[in-house]
């Protein structure tokens, strides 16, 4: 067996453990279907929140699909189908949405047929920026459409043992494919480099842990920015898990309590807990919301200092 | 007695032109050394910002607003309430994205409410719902214009040209504490393809002259982010089917750096706690300190200039860039 499978299987034994110890309340008796909202799911977006603030919470709007959610989804489709017919965005963006009863399935193929021409050009333009940006990366664009795999799914899903627990990584492209382990790279595009590092462990957890097999490097797109190469080591996946357990405390404490410590920071203005997290109240009374640096005259509510 | 006939300058001929004859590349070596300059000089500002004032971000809009009165950018700051002109500007942007990607259609209400849905601008379709007839009337007149515009001016591009929409750009200097930030309404050729780079800045209403600083430091930007300058950067302007194109070459890019380092030194002063000053100029009218501006009010009495009677434009694109590269 080589090496990297043999870790591979090391963190999965670890992520069981570790993870397993914070989530008791939340057992998988085998054979039994658990619903889906009753599954946690730590995903990066959970990890990246809890990794600012344990106590944070996402505001309360409910799902909604939208071009721009669906970008990532039908962008895989439509990358795909650029690298193996070797056509352009929209000739592929065209075929895909043509042929999307084949392709997709669910909420977002039901949302999908909705679309009259100006909606399936709002998501259209969304997706082509999208996709023209990660086909012509270079790490990607200079690999044969055999020698890279792209990920429909764009996740890496993992079920702790034992536990309604999901790990979930993004995961664009896998590449090269089918090649030798020391090649084994994972492609995700993110939406800037700012925590970069956080992506590419969470990525590359991700892969250990659905693969059993501990990859050799995660390149992270940011269309709007660039990108940032990692090798995975033991720091960076070590890092990764630690983040996943603080994640799903954070979570048992949000759906079991107690409360869990809160940090407060600039994601506040973003948390629904905001009025009446005391820690949060303090941090802004003492940080003047700036839009771009500057503390405007008169606020008139939002905000362009990012989160 | 009618014109001679003559080809109008136009979107369609532009992209035409370049990929008969490409503009021949900018000197790579010249350019490095002026993003390595700015870049240097842009990071020795941000040292003196104090770090609780940091990231600052210097969207285009901003440089603008900085270099004209700074208590005016400090009083604008944050989103803008929606307004007819705002409005006009997101759904010519919908139209431009139509046009390259699937194609218009006759039905341009019927399209353009079902982008708004499909993009989840629900505040933009209580806008149109809540608005007056005759404003609703206004802007679908406009939008038929521009899809008129669009079909003559533009033509169907080319798939080749891999038309990107809403192109957005970050770059984060001096270790991120700096943001650059830019969205191009349609970025066409370039990185990724074997055609030349454009970069078009699309406006709801009439060209005019003070796009190009907007444009240069489109270019700026995005020379700073993909290592190259584009070949050209354009405004299109939909209400006369206008075009401003710019080539790019390093003395553009030159001249765009010193503009942004001149609001760059302006930015990291107010953000250190300097009182801002007063500067009246021919948007004083639109400014909500007006009330609180005696020079400002004093310089209403002035004659005013064509650069103001097109403010809407700019206007327009205020949220575009600063918010959700829309």
Known sequence: VSDHRIRGVEWRDRATDEIGQVTGMFPRPPEMKIPWDDIIKLDLHVVRRADRCLRAADPDDEYQETARNARRRVGLAVLRRVREDGVDPIAALRS???????????RLLAWMDTLGPGGRAALGAEVVTWVASLASWSPLARLGHREADVLLEGTLDWDVPGRAVKVRAPADVLAPHGVRPPDRRIMVVAPNLHDADLVAGHAALGYALSRASVPAQVAVLAPASGAARFGVDEELLGAALSRVVAAAASVVAARMGPEAPATAGRWCRWCRLEAECAEAQVWATQHPVRFGGLVPITVRGGADDGG | VPSPAADRFTVGALLDDLLRSPPPPADQEAVADLTRWFTEEAEARVQVCPPEARPLRLPKQRIESLLACERMTLAQLGPLPLSEALVRGRCTDLQV?????TGSTPEVEADLRDALLTRGDNDVLAWIDESGDEARQRLWRHAEHVRSSLRAGWGQVDGSWWARPQERVQVGLAGGDLVLTCTFDLAVGGPGTDRPWLLLEVKAGSARDG???DLLWYSLVATLRHGRPPDVVAAWSAADDGLVPVPIGVGSLEA??????????RL???AAGREPEVRPNGRCRWCPELDRCEPGLASLDAPRTASDATYLDEELDLLADEETGW
């Open chain 1, 96 to 106: 895909v949405l043509d042929e999307r009863d084949r392709l997709f399935t669910g």
């Open chain 2, 97 to 101: 994205a139509q046009h390259v990607t």
């Open chain 2, 211 to 213: 796009n190009r600083s």
């Open chain 2, 256 to 265: 765009a750096a010193r503009r942004g380092l001149a609001a760059l030194d």
């Open chain 2, 268 to 270: 990291v002063e107010l």
